[in-house]
């Protein structure tokens, strides 16, 4: 039973972290704390302040290169894709950063019908996406029971060798029992983003009088999730709107009260940049730099090892290319934010600032997407398993441990990759992938999850077979 007192707390000690990000660090402490996260022990607040306080050029680059490392230890060379698709815009909130805000007249307002979904998420399927993200904006008309069948709708809609077998949730704050209904609908991980921990900041981007506005509610609204039985949630901040370490020492504080309280850490954390948005004009004192940015992932790959890193096509196609190296472990591809937009907009590099909520910097299409990642080296994932077989929250957290990633998340990377090859691939990204698929298989030392992995391999190619997972 969680204690309903808890939910009128606030975990999120300003003065705590701003004392912390007073104190300058020194090398040594530094390298310890490196060192302890090279072991793969989640770091504490203090711990990850201390490396938000490394400022000197080659402690940074140490960490830098620790986070790469740990990537590669933790989450092997896959990079897992999905898209998102948003479902409505109406909004009550008036968000001062988000072009969904009530306040805007210019904004183009439309909610998806049913058939509508249907439609979008055939084109998503056709391309070869497996995995959604249901984006809304927050409205009566979007209540629990509207989530739930569109989260349904979408897992009913299929196409010859096409199906989307993991539907994850972006949506305002619900109630205990209004997430029990959404979560009948086999939700995957529900996300909340708290945009700004800083309360200041907070009340003055969310307009006393909105629901927004309520800080403490959207503070544990992945708590009341998990009391209602989701336990694969995902945090995240809006970075631009205050000082990028008073944020990421507030997730990292954020994941660890989840941990303590509900025996289970965020699936993913989500780090958003600040985008132009269609009527928004916000100070930009707090705009994260690029430099800044990277070194709040690398940190943020070290404090929390086993928590999925998020990164979407917010950000350009180098910017993803450089982060997916310290960090990061899932990205959008070929993603349109416009409503409808996976068929209606017909010129794929434009676009309309008044029907979307922000804009893109990466729009290349999945296969593209696929191709890169594959060329440098990425196995791009369209893997859905561990959620699917029951493996998600605390079950997770303990396979989250050496040796898992070498018996099932290499292997069914290859095996949804082949699938990807095979059904939906050009030429050239099935000629680069099957490359790529042989130089893998030469390299797992496991004979016996080699042989399974071959036959599925080959039941892909020759057969329509399907969703061979381990
Ligand atoms: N309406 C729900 C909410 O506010 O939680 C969920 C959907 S909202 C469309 C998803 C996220 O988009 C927000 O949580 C926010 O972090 C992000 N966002 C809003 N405006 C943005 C902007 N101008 N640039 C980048 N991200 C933005
Ligand atoms: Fe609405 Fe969400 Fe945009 Fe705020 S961020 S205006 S709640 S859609």
Redesign the pocket.
């Known amino acids: 039973m969680i204690d309903q007192n808890i939910y009128d707390t606030d975990f999120i000690d300003d003065q705590l972290i701003e004392g912390l990000l007073a104190q300058p660090s020194e090398p040594a402490q530094v390298r310890d704390v490196i060192a302890k996260s090279m072991a793969k022990q989640p770091l504490s607040i203090a711990e990850t302040a201390i490396l938000v306080n490394a400022t000197q050029p080659e402690l940074i680059e140490e960490i830098l290169d620790a986070a790469r490392t740990l990537k590669r230890e933790v989450y092997g060379n896959r990079i897992v894709l999905f898209a998102p698709l948003y479902i409505g815009n109406l ?1 009550i909130n008036d968000c001062a ?2 072009g ?1 805000r009530r306040s805007n007249k210019e904004a183009i307002r439309r909610t998806l019908s049913m058939d509508e979904i249907r439609d979008q998420v055939k084109a998503l399927e056709q391309t070869g996406h497996k995995r959604l993200i249901l ?4 409205h009566a008309r979007y209540d629990a029971k509207f989530i739930a069948e569109t989260v349904r709708v979408t897992y009913d809609t299929k196409i010859p060798k096409g199906e989307i077998r993991r539907v994850n949730i ?3 704050p619900l109630s205990v029992e209004d997430y029990k209904i959404v979560k009948q609908a086999g939700i995957g991980t529900y996300q ?2 708290q ?1 700004t921990y800083h309360k200041p900041t907070y009340q003055t981007v969310h307009p006393a009088g909105t629901r927004k506005a309520d800080y403490l509610w959207r503070l544990h609204a992945l708590g009341r999730a998990m009391e209602a039985g989701i336990d694969d949630v995902g945090l ?1 901040g ?1 970075f631009g709107l205050y000082d990028w370490r008073f944020e990421l020492l507030s997730l990292v504080t954020h994941a660890l009260h989840l941990q303590a309280v509900y025996g289970v850490g965020p699936h993913t954390i989500s780090f ?1 940049r ?2 132009p ?1 269609s009527g ?1 004009n916000l100070d930009e004192q707090w705009l994260t730099s690029d430099a800044e940015f990277k070194r709040l992932v690398a940190i943020l790959r070290l404090a929390v090892p086993y928590t999925g890193l998020i990164m979407t096509c ?1 950000e350009s196609a180098e910017m993803r290319k450089e982060l997916m190296e310290f960090g990061v472990s899932q990205i959008d591809a070929g993603t349109r934010l416009e409503l409808g937009g996976y068929t209606e907009q017909q010129d794929i590099d434009s676009q309309e600032k008044h029907k979307e ?2 804009m893109l910097g990466d729009m290349r299409p999945l296969d593209e997407v696929v191709q890169q990642l594959l060329r440098d080296g990425h196995i791009p994932s369209f893997c859905t398993a561990c959620y699917r077989k029951g493996r998600t929250g605390e079950v997770f957290m303990e396979y989250a441990i050496p040796g898992f990633i070498e018996k099932m998340c290499t292997p069914n990377a290859l095996s949804t990759l082949q699938e990807y090859l095979c059904d939906f691939a050009s030429p050239e990204t099935r000629r680069v992938g099957e490359q790529i698929i042989e130089q893998q298989l030469a390299l797992m030392s496991n004979e016996s999850v080699k042989q399974t992995l071959q036959g599925y391999l080959q039941r892909i190619r020759s057969s329509d077979d399907r969703d061979l997972a381990f």
């Open positions: 909004c950063y988000c969904f984006v809304y904006g927050e972006n949506a305002a909340v983003f945009e995240g809006l958003p600040l985008k948005a928004v917010r909520q922000f």
